[in-house]
């Protein structure tokens, strides 16, 4: 890419901020190369070749020393002239680097704007750049090996392999429209545009299911725990996260604000909230604390509904009691699908088989005034027996949660965002229609319509059709060296 098609030079620190053996600034730009030799004393810079050299500043004096990369255009990251300073990792020494670039004519880069450059210059797509965040973001093996597949462009290869198999049934269909009487050319009824069709929703539901998993691994999944004081909800949460995170005591009430760690339990990122014990008070500060575990059960993916089952002989009263408000708000099925309940001190009763436990509680609820109500009730919800003293049953709670949030991720697993799934879900959606049109209405023009709008759909995944806006707010969340 000749210089004079390059944009104005752009610099940032490349390497995290603190203390480190190496630090990096990075350039790319039409004077990237300039502003290195300027720097480093060179008359020129070979490319991808290591030059040590001694940073000057303007007077000429040594700055840092250290190496000097040079990738000449298109073959960088940004598709641009790139120049890398890599001398010792003091944030004093990074600065004082930085400012003498700032000298010299370049600016300073802003966030996600090395990685914009790189999509303009179709060095990546916008799955790989998202990727390039989620791969920096990881808490886990299992996020960072996910984001680097996508990297790579596996998941950009699904979704383009999907718009070509579009692209050529939009083809057949403009050809059955254009050329009607055509022996060679099969006419809208003749079943192969349907089966295409059936084959391509097909194609979308496989890349949904693995973007589903992909979202969860990368998002992870929010859940809070609630019960009434001294149910055990703050042990849990010690136990969950393996260390003495909460205060936990005999007094009833410890717990008055939310606290909230984040844990990974088998793969799955959980965002688990510890909430006040929900009960009637006087207590002003206790009160507050119980309206902000409301407020944040409301916003819980999953609510984990602790009880002491040595001491509640109706807990799906208590929780239709306790969360009579959530229930009035979300309704009674939105209800069930987030409430897990949890058994604790389960080992107190390892004298009684599970099986009485369930017929305990069944029973109470035969004796109740709504029988068939309080017997759905039941039947709906997940349930799970541990104790916090011992940690019986918290490797059984952690599948219970990755069951109840469709947490099975393959091992070739896909990072994605929720941005990826609305876009795919358009895309079915579109070819849903498309064969509706098809097939009730055979409206070749219409069938085409609804394909072109899939296909759209699923070039906003990979920035093929995105707007500005989109593009904007999606690299403004990447920090400033990349």
Do not use: W
Request: hydrophobic share 40%; net charge negative; with cysteine.
């Amino acid at each position: 890419m000749p210089n004079s098609t390059q944009q104005p030079t752009i610099v940032a620190i490349a390497s995290p901020i603190g203390q480190g053996g190496v630090g990096v600034i990075r350039l790319s730009g039409r004077t990237a190369h300039a502003i290195g030799c300027a720097i480093s004393g060179k008359s020129a810079l070979t490319p991808r070749h290591a030059h040590f050299a001694k940073f000057k500043n303007v007077q000429g004096a040594t700055i840092d020393e250290g190496v000097v990369l040079y990738f000449k255009a298109p073959h960088s990251f940004t598709g641009e002239d790139v120049v890398e300073l890599q001398g010792h990792g003091g944030m004093v020494l990074q600065n004082m680097l930085l400012a003498r670039c700032f000298e010299l004519g370049a600016r300073q880069a802003n966030a996600g704007e090395f990685s914009m450059r790189a999509f303009e210059n179709d060095k990546i797509d916008l799955v790989q750049a998202e990727a390039i965040a989620d791969a920096i973001s990881a808490t886990s093996i299992a996020q960072a090996t996910s984001a680097i597949r996508s990297l790579s462009g596996e998941f950009s290869s699904k979704i383009n392999e999907l718009s070509e198999n579009i692209t050529n049934l939009r083809l057949y269909v403009e050809a059955s429209i254009d050329f009607p009487d055509e022996e060679d050319v099969d006419f809208l009824s003749d079943g192969v545009i349907e089966g295409k069709l059936n084959a391509i929703t097909a194609q979308i539901d496989e890349i949904l299911a693995t973007a589903k998993q992909g979202q969860l691994l990368r998002d992870g999944v929010q859940v809070v725990l609630a019960g009434r004081p001294n149910a055990g909800k703050s042990s849990l949460l010690n136990r969950l996260a393996g260390t003495e995170r909460a205060i936990v005591t005999d007094v009833a009430g410890t717990t008055r604000d939310t606290l909230s760690e984040t844990l990974i339990l088998d793969g799955l990122n959980v965002h688990l909230t510890d909430t006040a014990g929900l009960r009637a008070t006087d207590d002003k500060v206790e009160q507050i604390g119980i309206d902000r575990a409301k407020s944040a059960m409301k916003q819980a993916d999953i609510l984990l509904f602790v009880y002491d089952v040595g001491v509640e002989k109706t807990p799906f009263d208590l929780a239709k009691e306790l969360f009579a408000d959530i229930i009035a708000e979300i309704g009674m099925v939105s209800f069930e699908h987030k409430l897990i309940m949890v058994a604790n001190k389960s080992d107190l009763l390892d004298d009684v088989p599970r099986e009485t436990i369930a017929h305990i509680t069944h029973t109470t609820h035969q004796n109740s005034s709504n029988v068939s109500r309080e017997t759905s009730f039941m039947a709906n919800v997940s349930q799970a027996y541990i104790s916090c003293q011992t940690g019986q049953g918290m490797n059984e709670l952690v599948q219970l949660l990755k069951n109840k949030v469709g947490f099975h991720p393959p091992e070739n697993s896909l990072i994605a965002r929720t941005r990826h799934i609305d876009a795919l879900k358009r895309a079915k959606a579109h070819t849903n229609d498309a064969h509706e049109q098809l097939t009730i209405y055979h409206a070749g023009e219409l069938v085409a319509e609804s394909l072109r709008l899939s296909q759209m759909a699923l070039g906003e995944i990979t920035g093929q059709m995105s707007a500005d806006e989109l593009l904007g707010r999606i690299f403004s969340s990447f920090c400033i060296g990349k």
